[in-house]
């Protein structure tokens, strides 16, 4: 085992035993929704499988750092595969075009974006050099390091600090999370304009403004290939009940209606076309997503990113509307 070797173990290790011990407090946990926005398979998205993770990455720290051959071989091997299919999701993610927070370190939660893909690729080299030339734990094995060994292991463990330092400097100047903050910056504020886009609506091009002519529209953005989705989408008819005729609410999708219908079967409420045309114009970053359209040509609310932010849009919809005074006829 070299010196480099030795360390890409210890800051696997590192990570993986951050990670784990992370995801193990009380505001870090995954659970199963998350799981989904992620697009985890179906048959993973339980809580025994949210409460393994972390286990696992718990026991393959240690094994790295402990682990005698031939179990170290085994350790590095699952590190591997683990670090692929956490690559793989973070593709699936990016590909779909989904907004989602992800509890990769716990509760420091971040957006999925392609820094996060950088990282994992980067952890993914890092565990296969591992696995082809290391054989025993690097704890075992740094005692015995010649002083070549030693020279590798810091130039190793400088080069480590330094991609760790750019992939840093590369989240904080994201695009995603650019777009987010200005997308904010209109909801904190006051009304702004609905965009000048058209949506298809009943088989023909409309302005989305005059889909609120009538009533004021929360228009919720859908995707077929969005997992964070499938939490949203059976709840938007029990909004429109819930809103009393206030308010309509509608889907805006890049998809047709029969692959929304089939990939979200609960949605029952009027599905129009033109997603990626609003999202464009407006920089939201992602599905689901929400904009409340008011009758004046403004939007009142949104946008709100997320199945977290839009649910609490609908909520703050529902909250505004039920201490509203009654209106009376005279």
């Known amino acids: 085992m070299t010196g480099a070797a030795a360390a890409l173990a210890l800051t696997l290790a590192a990570v993986l035993l951050v990670s784990g011990t992370l995801k193990l407090l009380p505001h870090g946990r995954f659970t199963v929704d998350e799981l989904a926005a992620l697009g985890v398979p179906r048959t993973l998205r339980h809580p025994w499988f949210a409460a393994a993770l972390p286990a696992a990455e718990l026991l393959l720290g240690l094994a790295l750092l402990f682990a005698p051959a031939p179990l170290f071989t085994l350790a590095a091997a699952a590190t591997v595969l683990l670090t692929l299919a956490f690559t793989i999701v973070v593709a699936g993610v990016l590909r779909r075009g989904d907004r989602v927070d992800c509890s990769c370190f716990g509760m420091l939660r971040s957006p999925v974006t392609p820094v996060t893909a950088a990282r994992n690729i980067a952890l993914l080299l890092a565990a296969s050099v591992t696995a082809v030339t290391t054989h025993q734990g690097a704890v075992l094995t740094l005692p015995s390091l010649a002083p070549d060994g030693w020279t590798a292991f810091y130039a190793t463990t400088t080069a480590v600090l330094a991609v760790t330092a750019l992939l840093l400097a590369a989240a904080r100047r994201a695009p995603s999370a650019v777009d987010l903050?200005?997308?904010?910056?209109?909801?904190?504020?006051?009304?702004?304009?609905?965009?000048?886009?058209?949506?298809?609506?009943?088989?023909?091009?409309?302005?989305?403004?005059?889909?609120?002519?009538?009533?004021?529209?929360?228009?919720?953005l859908l995707s077929a290939e969005c997992h964070a989705c499938e939490r949203v989408a059976p709840q938007l008819a029990g909004w429109r009940e819930r809103f009393g005729g206030a308010v309509e609410v509608a889907a805006l999708s890049s998809n047709d209606a029969s692959a929304l219908a089939a990939a979200h079967p609960l949605l029952d409420v009027p599905v129009h076309r033109g997603a990626r045309a609003l999202m464009t114009v407006a920089g939201i970053p992602g599905y689901p997503s929400a904009l409340l359209v008011g009758t004046d040509g403004t939007v009142a609310g949104g946008p709100a990113v997320g199945s977290v932010e839009v649910e609490a849009l609908a909520a703050t919809i529902a909250d505004v509307l039920a201490a509203a005074p009654p209106v009376t006829s005279r």
């Open 181 to 220: 903050t200005a997308a904010r910056v209109v909801r904190d504020g006051s009304a702004w304009p609905v965009p000048d886009v058209e949506v298809l609506a009943g088989g023909e091009l409309v302005p989305l403004a005059d889909l609120a002519r009538a009533k004021p529209l929360l228009v919720v």
